[in-house]
């Protein structure tokens, strides 16, 4: 009931309000008039029964004093125009009947003896015996019974008349709804309409239209003015959406713009390491050379790999930032991973600097899922840094060990899922004061700047660590008791279980790697660089190899060269080398070509290595993407590949 | 309730039949005549209202004179006992002859004197005397009201006239109950 009224609509409720209101007044209205009526006329019958009783008694005295019924009878006939009386009789002093009205009624209608004085309600009749005094002497009594029936029938009539005069008022209240309805309710649809064109339109330029100055006339007004409050600041809310959308744009752009300049200033950085790298390789090959100078060699060779080193994390902080760093995850054993990091990053600088460097490898579960090269490139600067910011006669401390599931989550079991491997490093270097250890991880940060002048580094290589780390579903964490007390970075990675396979492969792989460079392949190489130095020196390097090398500069050139020699079999080229940016066209253009004529195998040689570029030279035909500055080793490696693959 | 309804029901019939054993027969005249008359009698006084003139002091009682022979015995006499007329008591005097007649109120006139009717009526002729008869013709006589017996009622026959010449206010309520003569 409650439930449905709250939901009826709001003319309804004026209805039922009016109806309720209405029907409530008549209802007491009618009670009090009904209730009136009754004791009025009750009051009033007793009173016109004692009038009359007092006359019949009056008029009835000499009737009994001289034992005159006649005229008693007579007397008590007159009775008939009082129609409430029903009967009547005078009793006389022995208490006998003396006359009865109406005249035929039979005795036992009447009370034998007069009951004692008084008037009774009894039934639907009011009974009513007095005295007939003559002057002090009870001479008789009179007995009077009169009907209510007319009172009742006058109480219907009341209650008759109520019912009408509610139902006009039901009528009425209906009518005067509609009237109302329009002062009341119509604006406060009006209002409802308006609220509901606004929710669904988001149109906040509309109003309502006020209709007076009352309660729902001060609601419009306020309703109104939150409009037009509303309309201003979503306005206003539009306007800053825009600029920050512009500033945003704008930000994008402007990274973008860095991303691509720091892809060029790597590319362009890195092309004149090519030939200095390939020139100190061929120098190291050449033994005479090698036993005069072998420190300067080795100094040129470290410098230049640290310089491609920077510039190659400068490349990768870029991917990280753009999320375009690509995993290539296999199941690996991570603990010759970080054996042979150690042994070439770290055992070098470790012994210059005479630090003591120890090793507590506890662990059972090593394997995980992860890009070799990638966990490579984070121990690598992990044990760099160790190094580099370890004063001379410190120490490093590496420790392997298991974090075991059952240890940590007891309900995930023990079949390895869960299980950890931490890699720690501690050392007893310059540590990190708590103030800088939230952003020793941020790029581009070393800690205070003083530091990174004494240090050197771009600060790049936590910031690479915890995002590759990161990605391999680990965690990295440093810690630090403060500044010059030393700080321990611990790499927790997921474990896999160790394969069953794995042990026979790993002995397989090294026979088959001895066994390939045993049997250098002379080739026909076309080598294609506009690139004077980096042209010779690979040149150098290839013939020295044992390789036959002709060189274009040009993508015409080397499409003449490749069509020259189709024609004199047996003497086709076996392998492409080239260069992806030439003076008349793309590396890329040029594979494409030959794919379709005289399809050879190829390797890309390219300033850019981001995966994208990558992805474009295999897209293309070629086998490999070599990333400059050319490292020798892997040229060769890549050529001896394609060499076993051709055969 | 019945039983002891019944019990008192045998107690009053032996009781009636002891009372009526020990009284002696009643002749044919109705034993209540006189009875009725002399309550009659009595309350003429409350229907008739004499003038302040008929009282000679305000403590005068209103005498009720009875002439010749009284047949009444005491039953007018309780009738009157304590009674009242407008705080006067009722006293009885009764007259041999109508030369013995002195000064009272109402005049009953016996049968017995049916002979001497004129006199009586010349003896309080002109008085505020309210004469009452036995007879039907004591009323021609001159007289004001007659108590004639018809069978086994007392009728009660009245000449306001007569009443109003004499000075003496007659109830309308008493001349309902009475057969006029006019």
Redesign the interface.
């Known amino acids: 009931m409650a439930i449905s009224l709250r939901d009826t609509p709001i003319k309804r409720k004026l209805m039922l309000v009016i109806l309720l209101a209405s029907g409530f007044a008549l209802f007491l209205m009618g009670s009090a008039l009904i209730t009136y009526e009754v004791i009025t006329f009750r009051r009033s019958l007793a009173v016109n029964m004692r009038v009359l009783a007092e006359i019949i008694g009056?008029?009835s005295?000499?009737?009994l004093?001289?034992?005159?019924a006649k005229?008693a009878r007579?007397i008590l006939s007159a009775l008939s125009a009082e129609h409430q009386i029903t009967s009547a009789a005078i009793y006389d002093s022995n208490g006998q009947i003396f006359a009865r009205f109406p005249t035929d009624a039979p005795l036992t209608d009447f009370s034998l003896t007069p009951q004692p004085d008084g008037q009774r309600f009894q039934g639907a009749h009011l009974e009513m015996f007095r005295p007939i005094m003559?002057?002090k002497?009870r001479i008789g009594t009179i007995y009077l019974q009169a009907a209510l029936a007319a009172m009742y029938a006058r109480i219907a009539v009341y209650g008759g008349l109520l019912l009408i005069v509610t139902a006009c008022a039901a009528l009425g209240a209906i009518a005067l709804t509609t009237t109302l309805q329009k002062r009341i309710s119509q604006p406060i649809l009006e209002l409802a309409n308006v609220a509901t064109a606004v929710s669904e339109g988001q149109d906040y330029s509309v109003r309502a239209t006020k209709h007076g100055t009352d309660e729902i006339g001060q609601l419009t007004e306020s309703f109104n003015q939150m409009l037009t409050r509303i309309d201003e600041s979503s306005t206003a809310l539009m306007a800053s959406e825009e600029r920050l959308r512009s500033a945003l744009e704008e930000a994008e752009a402007a990274n973008k713009a860095k991303d691509n300049f720091l892809a060029i200033l790597s590319h362009e950085l890195r092309t004149p390491l090519t030939p200095v790298l390939s020139t100190v390789a061929m120098l190291e090959e050449d033994s005479e050379i090698h036993t005069r100078i072998p420190r300067e060699l080795e100094m040129i060779r470290r410098n230049i790999e640290v310089e491609a080193r920077l510039i190659d994390d400068l490349l990768d902080v870029t991917g990280i930032i753009r999320g375009k760093m690509e995993l290539r995850r296999q199941i690996v054993d991570i603990r010759p991973l970080l054996e042979h990091a150690m042994q070439n990053y770290c055992a070098e600088e470790a012994g210059r600097k005479k630090l003591r460097v120890s090793t507590e490898i506890t662990v059972s579960e090593t394997h995980a899922l992860v890009d070799t090269s990638r966990m490579t490139q984070v121990f690598w600067n992990l044990l760099q840094n160790a190094c580099k910011f370890t004063p001379p006669g410190g120490a490093i401390s590496i420790r392997v060990y298991n974090e075991f599931a059952r240890e940590i989550a007891p309900e995930l079991g023990h079949d390895g899922l869960g299980t950890k491997l931490i890699v720690e490093i501690k050392d007893t270097g310059i540590g990190i004061s708590p103030e800088n250890m939230s952003r020793i991880f941020n790029a581009f940060e070393q800690g205070e700047r003083s530091r990174t002048r004494v240090f050197g580094g771009l600060g790049l290589g936590l910031a690479i660590s915890r995002a590759i780390i990161e990605m391999h579903g680990g965690s990295v964490t440093a810690e630090s008791e403060g500044t010059d007390k030393g700080s321990t970075i611990a790499i927790r990675l997921p474990t896999v279980p160790t394969p069953a396979t794995k042990r026979e492969k790993k002995q397989e792989d090294p026979a088959a790697a001895k066994r390939a460079p045993s049997k250098p392949r002379r080739l026909r190489v076309l080598l294609v660089e506009d690139h004077l130095d980096t042209a010779n020196q690979l040149n150098r390097l290839l013939s020295h190899a044992g390789h036959e090398v002709t060189w274009a500069a040009t993508v015409r050139e080397a499409r003449e060269l490749v069509s020259a020699r189709a024609n004199q079999p047996g003497n086709e080229f076996n392998i492409l080398i080239s260069d992806l940016g030439l003076p008349d066209g793309s590396g890329h253009d040029l594979m494409r070509d030959l794919a379709s004529d005289h399809p050879i195998p190829g390797i890309a040689l390219s300033g850019y290595g981001m995966t994208e570029d990558i992805q474009n030279s295999m897209a293309a035909g070629f086998s490999r993407h070599i990333t400059k500055p050319v490292d020798w080793q892997e040229l060769k490696t890549a050529i001896q590949k394609i060499a076993v693959s051709e055969t | 309730m019945d039983l002891l309804r019944a019990i008192r029901i045998i107690t009053a019939t032996v009781l009636i039949a002891l009372l009526s054993g020990w009284v002696p027969a009643v002749p044919a005249a109705p034993p209540n005549e006189y009875a009725l008359k002399s309550v009659f009698l009595y309350n003429f006084c409350h229907f008739i209202d004499w003038p302040e003139s008929a009282f000679s002091s305000p403590d005068e009682p209103l005498i009720i004179g009875i002439v010749g022979e009284d047949p009444f015995g005491a039953l007018l006499k309780e009738a009157v006992e304590g009674e009242t007329y407008h705080n006067r008591p009722i006293v009885i005097e009764h007259y041999r002859s109508p030369k013995d007649i002195k000064h009272c109120h109402l005049l009953f006139v016996g049968r017995t004197e049916a002979s001497r009717v004129d006199a009586i009526l010349a003896a309080v002729n002109s008085k505020s005397v309210v004469t009452v008869g036995e007879t039907e013709d004591f009323l021609d006589h001159g007289g004001m009201i007659a108590l004639p017996a018809d069978r086994n009622r007392v009728r009660l026959r009245i000449r306001p006239a007569a009443l109003r010449a004499a000075n003496l206010s007659v109830s309308s309520k008493l001349l309902r109950v009475a057969d006029i003569d006019s």
């Open positions: 009056s008029n005295t000499a009737s004093a001289f034992k005159d005229s007579e003559l002057e002497n």
